[in-house]
């Protein structure tokens, strides 16, 4: 079977926004804030299961997200060591017969800020959003990238150069969507350090 390795994303240290979000979203075993994690994104979608299995038994890792379609599969492993999810990358693109240099670059499909949103349109997005409330007045960014599972490449550096909220994210299918809100000013640090984070990331 040909495998196309379409993310392989090492985060040294999750973000507290993005781990809570991770553990509040996943089904598997929740990861903290610190912890090292390792998110890999396949195409087809079925082979994610074989890569599951090859983490697990090379190394300690523990699964939060394992997400199966038919397009595209989505395993994401963490550990407080960061040598174990090392580990777990390595074991997985032996297993798959490639190197994580073969993973698709990513791109910025869009992007976009929204100054001083709206009561109505925050309460929209807030029907649909897993993390933190959007406030009306706030300024919103967001993000989306090819392939999707980068998308959390892009949330850590934000998180980590701005005082933002993570409203929702979505790293699984066709494209990566991010959501973060926050005050004008911070919001456009929080752009610039995820669209640096992903065009450093391509190269």
Not at 106 to 126: C, G, H, K, L, T
Not at 151 to 157: C, F, Q, R, S
Not at 167 to 196: C, H, K, S, V
Request: glycine residues 6%; hydrophobic residues 50%; aromatic residues 6%.
């Amino acid at each position: 079977m040909s495998v196309t390795l379409r993310g392989y994303v090492f985060l040294d240290s999750l973000q507290p926004q993005l781990a809570a979000f991770t553990g509040t979203t996943c089904r598997g075993f929740l990861p903290l804030a610190g912890q090292a994690s390792l998110w890999i994104e396949t195409a087809p979608g079925m082979i994610i299961n074989r890569v599951t299995d090859v983490a697990l038994k090379a190394s300690q890792v523990a699964p939060a997200v394992q997400v199966v379609e038919r397009a595209f599969g989505l395993l994401e492993v963490h550990n407080d060591d960061k040598g174990q999810v090392e580990s777990a990358g390595d074991a997985i693109v032996e297993a798959l017969g490639i190197t994580a240099a073969d993973s698709k670059k990513p791109r910025v499909v869009s992007d976009q800020v929204i100054r001083s949103v709206e009561a109505y349109q925050a309460q929209i997005i807030n029907r649909n959003r897993k993390g933190m409330m959007l406030i009306p007045g706030q300024s919103l960014f967001i993000l989306e990238t090819e392939p999707a599972a980068w998308i959390v490449a892009a949330a850590n550096e934000a998180e980590k150069a701005a005082d933002v909220n993570l409203i929702n994210l979505r790293p699984f299918g066709a494209f990566g969507r991010l959501w973060m809100a926050g005050t004008e000013e911070q919001i456009d640090y929080a752009r610039a350090a995820a669209i640096e984070a992903i065009e450093a990331l391509a190269q």
